[in-house]
C-alpha cells in the first residue's frame, strides 16, 4: 500500500486573506468597452457607440451591430469622433450608467488644431 501525502494547509484554513486586487475587492467586476464618442450635447454626459461583430449562425457571416450608451464625463473633455474607453458604474441618472475611464485616441478633426486665446487656428 501506499502512502497518501497529508494535505498542505489551504489559504482559507490557517485564516489569512487571499491577495486579490484592490478593484476588484472594491467594486467586483465592471465590464469595459470601447467605442465612439457620438454626441457631447448634454453636460457631463457623452453618447458612445459600441460596434461589435457578431457570427450569424444561420449565414455564417458576420454582422456589424451597434449599442450606445450615455456615459459621465466629469469635465466635459471629450469630442465627437474620440474613442474612448467606458466601464460600468452605479446608476447616475434614468439612462446613464457608465463612466468615462481614458482617452484612447483624439479626433482626426482636432489633431491639427492649436488652441490660442480661445480661437482655434490651422497650424502652418
Known amino acids: 500500500m501506499s502512502k497518501v501525502p497529508a494535505p498542505t494547509p489551504s489559504v482559507k484554513s490557517i485564516g489569512v486573506k487571499a491577495a486579490v486586487p484592490e478593484a476588484t475587492a472594491k467594486h467586483g467586476f465592471r465590464r469595459k468597452l470601447l467605442g465612439l464618442v457620438t454626441s457631447n450635447k448634454m453636460d457631463k454626459t457623452v453618447t458612445v ?16 451591430k451597434r449599442a450606445r450608451y450615455k456615459a459621465h464625463d466629469e469635465k466635459n473633455e471629450y ?21 468615462v475611464t481614458r482617452l484612447i485616441s483624439r479626433s482626426a478633426d482636432i489633431e491639427g488644431l492649436e488652441l490660442k486665446d480661445d480661437v482655434a ?3 502652418a
Open 49 to 64: 457607440e459600441v460596434v461589435r461583430q457578431t457570427l450569424a449562425t444561420k449565414y455564417k457571416k458576420y454582422i456589424t
Open 121 to 123: 487656428t490651422v497650424k
Open 79 to 99: 469630442l465627437p469622433g474620440d474613442r474612448v474607453e467606458i466601464q460600468e458604474h452605479r446608476p447616475l441618472s434614468k439612462n446613464k450608467s457608465w463612466i
